[in-house]
């Protein structure tokens, strides 16, 4: 079994990161940095005569690596109560994806994946962050993706997030369950 | 009182365009479409020792826009239940924004404003829609907007959504508390 | 099509009654006022030797009325943002009905049926009802009842839901579904 | 610092109550076991000229054990996705005990106290259980509890809890908490 990360976040080592590697804990796994790549957003073709266009962007590499991979962990801060708009503004392109005929056998792919969401916020994330945990249940489903397990973590300032035991000890309990 | 309708859409006089006109029936407000413009995805750098970088985008531009309007319309179809990336983008640069010397009262001048959520989708976006209300209202309520009201249209097609005489009849409600 | 209206309140026209009977709006229905009935709360006997025992109260009668219409709406005020003890103590027994030998076809009828909540509160009940909204989603879905709709209306003292014109323009919609 | 547990289950030593005393651990607490008293639902009177009317059953006696505590653990089976009717019949009282003039304090006493919930289902608890942690949210901030934690636990069959390691693991960060 092997693991890609989905990495939402913008700042390099944040929280959410840190919660994340200590989740995976030295595993192999395959980083997507979404913040590092050029990442189109897209543009509803759905009813348009020509359908959806090319776009020439590195979304296509990155959902191949993402492909390779049996686990997904989406990891991202939590934004405004919800996942950042870069991880969001890839989510999105998925519709294209699930449209692209060099993709022929994207959704069946990816309901062979089990999926983990990991969010650090810093607003009572245990409660305020429900509704994103609520929103990567309905992605999921509708995927088809087996949607194993989320962590919420409490962090704000750099390195904040080792003082919240009980987000340290539930990944943990992920990290066994992923291996 | 004057409306300022931002528009998540990525497809001109798609369902929840029509949706939020047949809302606003007439009168005058400012349109923003985030598609049109280019906004770069926020760089967290609260916590950097230079802080947050100017960016040369549009962005500033539509938050002036936004800013001189007492309500504000977030009209949005549902992507993978929620709101568009690029919406989300745009309010992650809020974050920016309340950092901004350029903008010392953006907090307090978004307090004056009343908002409302407008957004369709076409998979029964009354139940799966829920989790996005409740993330404007996490949002709403952080920056101390008030949240007058929200509609949910079913459509998919387009022109689907004047088929949905719920949501038809409940934004005719809508409009009557808005003017 | 026959409808049964399940009404959870314990104010004889309340602002939950009035807005449900504004819905029908003068069609024949079958009304359960739950508080008029004893109906005892369940005890969990699915891993006792004897299994559940039988119990003398109103519930089984109840359960027969409710199971001779294909429509059902569940009508309650929101009590502490949930429907009252009153429908959730008859809803739990529902345990005890899935394993009744004179019950052996209650699933099955009920998987036949469609579902309407109408649900009214005093405190932001469009909003803070939600959660509400979600349970009896997962609710159906566990049984198999199709959820067709629900509105929430704001009222608090009596009469007060009139002055709601959303919850009565939604309402009407829901009727026109019903009939 | 004391410690009340309000059990809202049906069966003793469910999954439930051992994830509770696990979190416990032994500590002191108050054990109210709501299905062992008699607690007669409320009677909305609060439009009634004449108000709410005394009953004569055991709830106030439950109502000053469980103020006499500090930190309140309200410990619930998931009963068709929400707390238990008895739990849920236990707290629609509060309603009136915010109008007895014997319980004069009331609301201010339930603000000094933190409160924590443990409930456990069998179906998917830690999605499907959201919208009732939700609506334990707006409880408590309503009568203005402090709302310092919950876990929610999968378990169906007598015992299964002991096989949720994540769940057992969160409840010892919550004991840390409490005491």
Same mark, same amino acid.
């Given at each position: 079994m092997s693991i890609a990360i989905i990495y939402g976040g913008t700042? /390099?080592?944040?929280n959410t990161e840190m919660l994340t590697e200590h989740a995976i804990h030295g595993r192999q796994a395959e980083r997507i940095y979404l913040d590092d790549y050029q990442i189109v957003p897209i543009k509803d073709?759905?009813?348009? /005569? #020509?359908g959806f266009q090319d776009i020439d962007d590195d979304y296509n590499l990155l959902i191949k690596r993402l492909l390779a991979h049996d686990t997904l962990v989406f990891s991202t801060p939590i934004y405004w109560f919800g996942m950042t708009g870069q991880m969001k503004t890839f989510i999105d392109r998925w519709s294209q994806t699930l449209r692209d005929l060099n993709f022929p056998e994207f959704k069946k792919q990816m309901q062979s994946k089990n999926a983990f969401v990991i969010a650090v916020g810093g607003d009572n994330p245990r409660l305020k962050g429900l509704p994103l945990i609520q929103q990567f249940q309905y992605i999921f489903d509708f995927i088809g993706i087996s949607f194993d397990g989320y962590v919420l973590g409490l962090g704000n300032k750099?390195? #904040?997030?080792? /003082?919240?035991q009980q987000a340290l000890s539930m990944v943990n309990q992920l990290f066994h369950k992923m291996v």
């Open positions: 700042r /390099k080592n944040g073709s759905r009813h348009a /005569k #020509e750099p390195g #904040e997030i080792y /003082k919240d």
